[in-house]
């Protein structure tokens, strides 16, 4: 049977794909600290499932398309409790950011065109583009310059006629990388002076660890018609698997077009809408304590790599990762090694290999993602692990 | 800002376009009979609420993108049971038969492809399809023939070198049309003789109403190659706002391809999908009450649309639509003239026009798309109210 060109080019995830490697490691009795996946071990709030039990209606039916009232309220004004000016009809909810990347470049995207994004990017970005059948340009970026990518001429040189759109996630995945606010700015200059979509997936807005504010693209009021803002509940508020995510867009015609997306789809899951709704009910304090954790968490997991050789690394300042470049030949080799081999006191370590989040051929081999969702202490044991890992690889291997 | 050519071919909702002067009546006080949209009025039952009570974990984690493994067994088992055998890997849960249209067709469509489908047909099929950037291929049929479709003749000639897939719903929306023993066979038999992929959607298994036995395509091991069966507890269990839906698909490429899309999606609604998988638990009881109850307004319906000079309709076997042709000019200015000039003791009726269900230019036009999701006593007013609507709306028109 014949497949269409636009899946063919699509891949597994590069996040996902060792998951028969761990299953059969598992199964062998090891202990593995799994820094691969970006799957938060903090608590969802209390107010959600209480929401979950207090739904009452006698038929589950479906929601609006754009999304229910109640839930588009709550996250307007918690737009406008960060400085944004949100009128009705700018937010539409959907079932993830997953669905909100989807809809949005299937709306502004066609065979072709090129969408120009920082490399290392987050892997699914590649199917969202792909399956429109547009093409990525990747922003390369340097892990000795900590992935740092809004530089005028870095961009400008690759924009070309077929170049419709700039798309990033701030802070990022999997770098961690904070944009500045003159950086912020300059992105916003680029894409108003070549007439570009600016696509900020900000999902990971309120994970930032040196002090910053809280940050949005959508401040700018002068690239209101070009923004594209992406934003769940899934890190915000630990709640990924309720699939809740928004479009933040204040360009009525995008939204139009949109819609026409949502109708089709019918609408986002209700009970899970509703709870989603209850999350923006809880106090700042939730915030801060969160932060302080991932702050501590990234704080121990830099000090205990930079004891490791041969490390690259820049201390990331936000969202829960960080790509590390390893003194490894093929950090994929290395993982299956670490899955299949390596034994410390029946335990092993996981992580992301660094290609799978590169667009350009052989870029990243080296590097991981590390996502940091362990507690501080077993972060301590699984670094420990990965430094007697590469000195026993490196041996091995010479 | 410039759009994709892809969204530009999508239309609004032909089903949901007409909410603005539903509204504006309501807000006159008007009641409106809603004979428009497919919710049904059924209670969820018990067992979903249930589950979703019973939900404990303290994290609200991602599910496996797969679907999660409770509730593929019991779509397995559900399967088994209908006479299909059904392997590990045949099932892949997804966020709504809308998801898993969705994701079929762009595993399996190219731009320029074209697919084959009867219409009148869910008009979302237009904007399923317009994404990958391939063409609807419509089947006629007429309301005189009782929307049947499947002859070899009719489906033969439409087949070019371009053509990839038949795509139909059985039991029908917006039709009712349910296929026969050798309809389904002749479909069956095409699809091999012409080498396409065979999308069955049979969301509406469960509803049929002149003893006819469950019946799945999924039942021909000749054709498990190029057969995608589109499924979904929306309807069978009244669950719409849980977006709970299923492709089953025996074909181990295709599950492969369809992986990738999943994968980057990540996973479908964690509790919804528990909860879905209790609903499987629904003793059989529950849809012989629930198919007693349609059967009887279906017959209801015919029996008043029956007394209205000049209709042609087919009495449905299926689902819960009918297809009806109406003595005016237009269904779409009827319609706007019942919920903005009729009023007969402060009510009106609203349907779905006919003309958005099919894709040929100007068919469908003076053809509405009856939903029976009211209880019979409500029925017979609705149908009272059309037929005094016709004749006042000639009068005037005359």
């Known amino acids: 049977m014949k497949f269409s060109n636009k899946i063919k080019r699509c891949g597994l995830s590069p996040i996902r794909k060792f998951y028969p490697y761990q299953v059969a490691c598992q199964n062998r009795g090891m202990k593995i600290y799994r820094l691969n996946i970006g799957q938060p071990d903090i608590k969802t709030p209390e107010q959600f499932f209480e929401a979950v039990r207090n739904f009452k209606q006698p038929v589950l039916s479906y929601a609006p398309s754009p999304g229910m009232p109640e839930t588009i309220e709550k996250i307007e004004e918690y737009y406008r409790n960060i400085g944004v000016e949100i009128e009705s009809g700018d937010v539409t ?28 990017f987050y892997p699914n970005y590649k199917t969202f583009t792909y399956t429109t059948g547009a093409k990525i340009v990747p922003i390369p970026t340097t892990p000795e310059e900590g992935y740092h990518y809004a530089n005028r001429e870095k961009i400008e040189k690759l924009i070309t006629s077929n170049t419709r759109a700039i798309m990033f996630t701030n802070p990022g995945n999997p770098t961690g990388t904070v944009l500045t606010a003159d950086e912020r ?33 959508a401040t700018f009021s002068d690239i209101w018609d070009r923004l ?34 949502c109708q089709a789809r019918l609408s986002v899951p209700t009970i899970d ?39 690259v690394c820049a201390k990331p300042q936000g969202a829960f990762y960080m790509m590390v470049k390893l003194p490894v030949d093929s950090a994929e080799d290395f993982l299956i090694w670490l899955l299949t081999e390596f034994d410390d006191n029946g335990e092993t370590v996981m992580f992301a290999p660094g290609g799978g989040f590169y667009q350009t051929e052989g870029a990243g081999v080296n590097e991981v993602r590390i996502a940091y969702v362990l507690k501080s202490e077993e972060m301590v044991r699984a670094i420990e692990l990965l430094g007697k890992a590469i000195e026993q690889y490196n041996a091995i291997k010479k």
Chains 1, 2 share one sequence.
């Open 273 to 311: 809408q509703l709870a989603s709704a209850a999350l923006y009910d809880v106090e700042p304090s939730y915030f801060e304590e969160v932060n302080k954790e991932y702050k501590k968490r990234r704080d121990t997991l830099y000090a205990e790599l930079k004891k490791i050789p041969g490390i």
């Open 228 to 261: 594209i803002v992406i934003d769940s509940v899934s890190k915000r508020f630990s709640a990924c698997g309720a699939r809740i995510g928004a479009i933040v867009c204040k360009n009525k015609e995008f939204q139009g077009e949109l819609m026409k997306l």
């Open 93 to 120: 909810i959907t079932t993830g950011g997953s669905e909100a990347i989807t809809f949005s470049l299937a709306c502004i995207l066609d065979d072709g065109d090129e969408i120009l994004i920082p490399e290392p």
């Open 185 to 217: 700015r300059l992105l916003a200059d680029i894409a108003k002076e070549h007439d570009l979509w600016l696509v900020a997936d900000e999902v990971y807005r309120e994970f930032t660890y040196d002090g910053e504010p809280l940050a949005t693209m």
